[in-house]
């Protein structure tokens, strides 16, 4: 099965976002901050297996004007799959969900996950109810794709298939949690994102 | 013999919340308060939030808190047990000031056996992880959940009011 480099497939995304907050989640946290040109607008999820997708359905919902990307990962949306349900119930229109989807428990080492390989996660989310859903493996197609992907309804799925790369440290300069929190919330208060 | 101090309205519950100045209810329906879902569902006021599995719930208020709204969460305490990592990692670490509203199932009154274990173990759970906690009963104590709000925002932590009755 075709696989991406998780970190390439990021740079294409990390190339058009303009103000959007990013949420990473579990083992993205290695590549995003190498990906992100706007390291002031991504916080680091942290202390809550899973729990990303719904933090941001929160975010995205108290903030309507504001765009917010969650990047999860396959293990952690399954730890959390009701959430789909959820996000879908909500009909936020500013939230993309992105699943870092390498079929492993890279954090831990890289074991599969339940169902590694077999599980459509945009399948999921569009029978959830998210209002469109993608999948992408190779970085051409997903180059060539992204456009119209970034416009589609939302809440929408974006599903990245890439390769495993096991565990991995968590980026150097990543703010702790709790300094990056501080720091998200006074931006927030901010009347109007720019 | 029930009096009418021992009745517990689920508008004497709403009408808490909005002194609290709650924005979104984060919630999962319990057998407690079925007629606390429909007051909520008919408050256009107040925004609700039905979730899936309860640990979503944290999280969710989480977000809704940093963009400077006041969520509450209402769960049953069955729902508390299955949510330990949200309530560790986010109520938690996070110093979230969050009142939540943990419906006491098997609750049999003060100095009675619980019926259940789900009710055995909530107060020493509470107590483990240091969150206080305040037991509303009837409408005529229905103001705590006001008094757990102020707990919450002005220590900064997470404060929970256990509904010992269930709604009329």
């Not at chain 1, 339940?114 to 859903?133: H, Q």
Request: charged share 20%; glycine share 8%; net charge negative.
């Amino acid at each position: 099965m075709a696989r991406m480099i998780g970190l390439e497939a990021l740079k294409l995304l990390s190339r058009r976002r303009t103000n959007e907050i990013v949420i990473m989640h579990e083992s993205n946290r290695a590549d995003w901050p190498v990906a992100t040109t706007r390291p002031e607008l991504d916080y680091l999820m942290a202390g809550a297996m899973g729990k990303a997708s719904s933090f941001t359905l929160g975010l995205a919902l108290g903030r309507p004007d504001a765009g917010f990307w969650v990047l999860d990962g396959d293990g952690a949306l399954l730890m959390n799959l009701g959430s789909l349900v959820t996000i879908a119930a909500q009909r936020p229109a500013n939230l993309l969900h992105i699943v870092y989807n390498n079929d492993t428990y890279d954090t831990t080492g890289g074991q599969p996950t339940p169902g590694s390989g077999n599980v459509n996660f945009e399948g999921l989310a569009r029978d959830a109810g998210y209002a469109s859903a993608f999948t992408f493996s190779d970085l051409e197609t997903l180059d060539g794709a992204l456009d119209e992907v970034l416009a589609a309804p939302r809440p929408a799925m974006l599903v990245l298939r890439i390769e495993s790369n096991g565990r991995r440290p968590t980026a150097p300069g990543l703010r702790r949690s709790a300094e990056a929190l501080t720091y998200l919330k006074e931006y927030l208060a901010q009347s109007v994102l720019d | 013999m029930v009096t009418e101090t021992d009745t517990l309205k689920a508008e004497s519950i709403i009408e808490q919340f909005r002194q609290c100045g709650f924005t979104h209810v984060v919630n999962l329906p319990d057998t407690e308060s079925k007629f606390m879902y429909d007051a909520i569902a008919a408050d256009s006021s107040i925004h609700l939030i039905p979730v899936c599995r309860e640990g979503e719930a944290m999280a969710i208020a989480a977000g809704l808190f940093l963009t400077g709204k006041r969520p509450v969460v209402q769960i049953q305490n069955t729902g508390f047990f299955e949510s330990g990592d949200s309530i560790r990692g986010i109520c938690l670490e996070m110093k979230l000031p969050l009142v939540m509203i943990i419906g006491y199932r098997g609750y049999a009154g003060p100095n009675q056996e619980p019926r259940d274990s789900a009710a055995r173990f909530l107060e020493p759970m509470l107590n483990t992880w240091d969150i206080p906690y305040y037991l509303v009963t009837s409408d005529a104590n229905c103001h705590l959940i006001s008094e757990a709000n102020a707990r919450a925002v002005n220590e900064g932590r997470t404060v929970a009011v256990l509904i010992g009755k269930e709604f009329e």
